[in-house]
């Protein structure tokens, strides 16, 4: 059990590395806040994949060691994971006067894609 919450607090945490640095890109290219959810969507997935192989790099060896576990985590952690970014995208919506912030269905579905590409790039590659 302490497994599986270590690998969705990992994942959580690198869903809001991905987040901050989509974030931080779109601040860099001068490009408005979210203007098309799909080309973030995408932008998400490659970078939970970058993230998945370099976790992969430094940690090859999976903390779930039964499959039914492993794609149970796979599944929910990602979920898991999109809510914290949901929170934290609520919390930056009332600190800030910017109010071109996606739905929290589209803000869930991209940290859900960030996550799941993430996951499954680990179980591809790790051991």
Same mark, same amino acid.
């Given at each position: =059990? =302490?497994?599986? +919450?270590?690998?969705?607090?990992?994942?959580?945490?690198?869903?809001?590395?991905?987040?901050? /640095?989509? $974030?931080?890109?779109?601040?860099?290219?001068?490009?408005?806040?979210? !203007?098309?959810?799909? @080309?973030?969507?995408?932008?998400?997935?490659? #970078?939970? %994949?970058?993230?998945?192989?370099?976790?992969?790099?430094? %940690?090859?060896?999976?903390?779930?060691? =039964?499959? $039914?576990?492993?794609? +149970?985590?796979? #599944? #929910?952690?990602?979920?898991?994971?999109?809510?914290?970014?949901?929170?934290?995208? @609520?919390?930056?919506?009332?600190? /800030? !006067?910017?109010?071109?912030?996606? /739905? @929290?269905? $589209?803000?869930? %579905?991209?940290?859900?894609?960030?996550?799941?590409?993430?996951?499954? @790039?680990?179980?591809?590659?790790?051991?």
């Amino acid at each position: =059990m =302490m497994e599986w +919450l270590a690998e969705i607090f990992i994942n959580g945490v690198l869903t809001l590395l991905a987040e901050l /640095s989509n $974030v931080g890109l779109r601040k860099s290219l001068r490009a408005p806040p979210d !203007t098309d959810p799909l @080309s973030d969507a995408l932008v998400g997935a490659a #970078l939970g %994949f970058v993230l998945g192989l370099a976790s992969v790099y430094f %940690f090859p060896v999976l903390a779930l060691r =039964m499959p $039914v576990w492993q794609w +149970l985590n796979a #599944l #929910l952690s990602p979920l898991a994971a999109g809510v914290l970014i949901v929170l934290w995208r @609520s919390r930056a919506l009332l600190n /800030s !006067t910017n109010l071109a912030q996606p /739905s @929290s269905r $589209v803000a869930l %579905f991209q940290a859900f894609v960030v996550g799941l590409v993430f996951n499954l @790039s680990r179980l591809l590659f790790g051991h």
